[in-house]
């Protein structure tokens, strides 16, 4: 074991360092989603997904590090250094990605609630009504799609 803790405390750190950046994508994909911005929402989730991709990346080459040393990936962990820290952090860009979720689904069900009653409307007072597909064009009411892909 002794052999490989520098190499796992190195890694360990940079895994810190994509947490910590993830966290702030957090953030900001929650400032972009209270401003209603849509498009720093979409830069938010792309980098988001890139982000979580490296730290996939770098926990995997941890892993291969512990199980070449015949260790369990988990256990083995107990004395690297900053793992605990990293472990909480993690904890903490956990949450916030909830909540974003959160976020997400709340609106969704508010926009399907409005175009029910929006078709309900429509539909009560004896006029066709005119709504539009997940691409954005107009079909008359009755078909069956979905909404859009959150």
């Known amino acids: 074991m002794d052999d490989i803790i520098p190499g796992l405390t190195t890694l360990v750190a940079e895994m810190a360092v994509v947490v910590e950046e ?4 957090l953030r900001a994909e929650r400032e972009a989603l209270d401003r209603y911005d849509s498009d720093a929402l979409n830069e938010a989730s792309a980098l988001k997904s890139r982000t979580l991709v490296r730290l996939d990346e770098l926990d995997a080459e941890r892993v291969l590090m512990l199980r070449t040393a015949d260790l369990d990936p988990q256990e083995g962990m107990a004395e690297i250094e ?3 820290p990293l472990l909480q952090q993690l904890a903490i860009g956990r949450d916030l990605n ?3 979720g959160e976020i997400v689904s709340r609106r ?3 926009v399907r609630q ?3 009653m929006l ?3 429509a539909g009560s007072s004896g006029a066709e009504a005119e709504v539009y597909g997940p691409k ?3 079909r008359q009411r009755g078909g ?3 909404l859009g892909k959150a």
């Open 22 to 25: 993830m966290c702030a994508v």
């Open 82 to 84: 900053g793992w605990q």
């Open 98 to 100: 909830h909540e974003n």
């Open 108 to 110: 969704l069900r508010q």
């Open 114 to 116: 409005a175009l029910t």
């Open 119 to 121: 078709n309900q409307m």
């Open 136 to 138: 954005g064009l107009s």
């Open 144 to 146: 069956s799609s979905t």
